[in-house]
């Protein structure tokens, strides 16, 4: 890169400027990238909860299940979820977590619309429709939740990415071309001030020469 640019004063300032912005957007990013870290931190608990609460309903739910088909038998159960028609509605809006697009849903107070009279169906069997509507829930809010893992972590690793880029590619040779240009503008005054030196000597001698043949005209003069 040193051999592409021009080795002048504007060039090195430049060069300087342009290390400021390159550091201040690596010191950004890291700062950044350490946010979404503990935001990240914090989702793996939720997620881990949300996973443990899903485990939790759907036990339950299959337990209500098995009860359900073995006091109001399978065929009853099987009808009965045929027959029932549920509408299952979530509200999902887009929220910003330092720069990242992720889902926030919010889950409705759930709302149980049935296509059969609750008494031709067993306690049981209606318990178990209750139990697998909270399983639903839970699913919701594992997605939620793993949905905004998943897409911090993949911002986490692109600001790695970025950081590591302007650390070790794009400052240090920023770094370079200032080194570059320093070493010629410095060789450029060292071979000025030598250049100068010797002009300096020459009319120093010259007028040391001058001076001599004026003394020896006027001795010469005197002689006569």
Avoid: C
């Amino acid at each position: 890169m040193a051999g592409q640019i021009s080795p002048t004063r504007s060039a090195l300032l430049a060069s300087k400027a342009s290390l400021k912005t390159a550091s201040g957007g690596a010191d950004l990013l890291k700062r950044k990238r350490d946010a979404l870290i503990g935001e990240f931190f914090a989702l793996v608990k939720d997620a881990l909860a949300a996973r443990e609460q899903l485990g939790g309903v759907s036990k339950g739910a299959y337990t209500s299940l098995f009860g359900a088909k073995a006091w109001d038998s399978p065929e009853a159960v099987e009808s009965l979820s045929l027959a029932g028609s549920g509408d299952y509605a979530v509200n999902m809006q887009i929220e910003s977590i330092y720069g990242v697009k992720v889902p926030r849903i919010n889950i409705p107070e759930r709302t149980q619309t049935t296509n059969f009279s609750p008494i031709n169906v067993g306690a049981r069997t209606i318990q178990a429709a209750t139990d697998f509507g909270g399983v639903m829930e839970a699913i919701v809010k594992v997605a939620a939740t793993e949905t905004k893992l998943r897409r911090i972590g993949e911002e986490i690793k692109k600001t790695s990415r970025r950081v590591n880029a302007l650390e070790q590619v794009v400052i240090p040779g920023i770094e370079d071309d200032i080194r570059f240009i320093r070493s010629v503008l410095d060789q450029r005054e060292r071979e000025a001030s030598y250049t100068q030196k010797k002009i300096k000597a020459k009319i120093e001698a010259k007028a040391k020469q001058q001076r001599k043949d004026i003394q020896s005209g006027n001795h010469g003069s005197a002689a006569d």
